[in-house]
T-cell receptor
Framework: EPEVTQTPSHQVTQMGQEVILRCVPISNHLYFYWYRQILGQKVEFLVSFYNNEISEKSEIFDDQFSVERPDGSNFTLKIRSTKLEDSAMYFC?????????????FGPGTRLLVL | GNSVTQMEGPVTLSEEAFLTINCTYT??????LFWYVQYPGEGLQLLLKATKADDKGSNKGFEATYRKETTSFHLEKGSVQVSDSAVYFC???????????FGAGTRLTVKP
């Protein structure tokens, strides 16, 4: 069964450093997403991406964040200058279409620790 | 706004006990409703979903019925197993929105 994959599974970085989290969505999916889950808290939406541009973003997704689909398979989340509060599990997801009728399939996550 | 409220955990049950995890929602439109499960050390897996009122989603012995009149989508299982120990998330998604709204999650521990 096709699945969303993410790399790395764990990332430790120093505050102020840039990190890039990578995702390979399911191959025939058109919509891509990033969510985060701070330890012990809710899963929160960050951004959705379609047709090579951001379609929606939350208030969490500020100028420190950017997303890119650099080739036909990868989808990346970049955090330019990490802060301690960016420590979280980051989930990538993809879906065939937009909105509630199309299920979002999640990857296993990347656990980011900012020191 | 659009949101999901789940019963607080943790929930601890003995094997073969009956499980209910309550979930209610608030939405401006007609949401699709989901239950995701997160096993220890893993990501979110779709457990079941329902896209319209009175639909019942089911998978692996779990069931949830979309109740528009009570704005609820409670998760049930008749006989839990140790392997069901995980965190369960209720979520909604609107037709015209891409972001899913998750509940806080309910940690279930099943003891032999």
């Amino acid at each position: 069964e096709p699945e969303v994959t993410q790399t790395p599974s764990h990332q430790v970085t120093q505050m102020g450093q840039e990190v890039i989290l990578r995702c390979v969505p399911i191959s025939n999916h058109l919509y891509f997403y990033w969510y985060r889950q701070i330890l012990g808290q809710k899963v929160e939406f960050l951004v959705s991406f379609y047709n090579n541009e951001i379609s929606e973003k939350s208030e969490i997704f500020d100028d420190q964040f950017s997303v890119e689909r650099p080739d036909g398979s990868n989808f990346t989340l970049k955090i330019r200058s990490t802060k301690l509060e960016d420590s979280a599990m980051y989930f990538c997801a993809s879906s065939e279409g937009r909105g509630g009728l199309k299920t979002q399939y999640f990857g296993p996550g990347t656990r980011l620790l900012v020191l | 706004g659009n949101s999901v409220t789940q019963m607080e955990g943790p929930v601890t049950l003995s094997e073969e006990a009956f499980l209910t995890i309550n979930c209610t929602y608030t939405a401006t439109g007609y949401p699709s409703l989901f239950w995701y499960v997160q096993y220890p050390g893993e990501g979110l897996q779709l457990l079941l979903k329902a896209t319209k009122a009175d639909d019942k989603g089911s998978n692996k012995g779990f069931e949830a019925t979309y109740r528009k009149e009570t704005t609820s989508f409670h998760l049930e299982k008749g006989s839990v197993q140790v392997s069901d120990s995980a965190v369960y998330f209720c979520a909604l998604s609107l037709y015209n929105n891409n972001d899913m709204r998750f509940g806080a999650g309910t940690r279930l521990t099943v003891k032999p």
